[in-house]
């Protein structure tokens, strides 16, 4: 069993930043991947940014590519998503998830357990 508690977000102004983090205790951390997913009103979840266990591999979707960088402290049992240059576009409710059998992913199928998200709201 994972817990995962996001916090962080927050209402910010177009080109601004927000760094949101998530806390993790269950099992070792430093075992399994981690991944970022957004859903914004109206829309399907969608995959962000995902790392693997040890941090050396990344990988994030192109329309955050350049602006999010996500990292992981695992002394800290914490995943962090930085966000710069933020857009109205990226408003949404960020989730972070963990997944246990793989080095992270793209898809919300291989993830074995979520938090329960962190609204970030971008005016323009």
């Known amino acids: 069993q994972v817990q995962l508690v996001e916090s962080g977000g927050g209402l910010v102004q177009a080109g601004g930043s927000l760094r949101l983090s998530c806390a993790a205790s269950?099992?070792?951390?430093?075992?399994?991947?981690m991944g970022w997913f957004r859903q914004a009103p109206g829309k399907d979840r969608e995959f962000v940014a995902t790392?693997?266990?040890?941090?050396?591999?990344?990988y994030y979707t192109n329309s955050v590519k350049g602006r999010f960088t996500i990292s992981r402290d695992n002394a800290k049992n914490t995943v962090y998503l930085e966000m710069n240059s933020l857009k109205p576009e990226d408003t949404a409710v960020y989730y972070c998830?963990?997944?246990?059998?793989?080095?992270?992913?793209?898809?919300?199928?291989?993830?074995?357990?979520w938090g329960q998200g962190t609204q970030v709201l971008v005016s323009s």
């Open positions: 998830a963990a997944d246990l059998g793989g080095e992270g992913s793209r898809y919300e199928k291989e993830y074995d357990y």
């Open positions: 269950g099992r070792i951390f430093s075992s399994y991947a």
């Open positions: 790392i693997s266990s040890g941090g050396g591999y990344t």
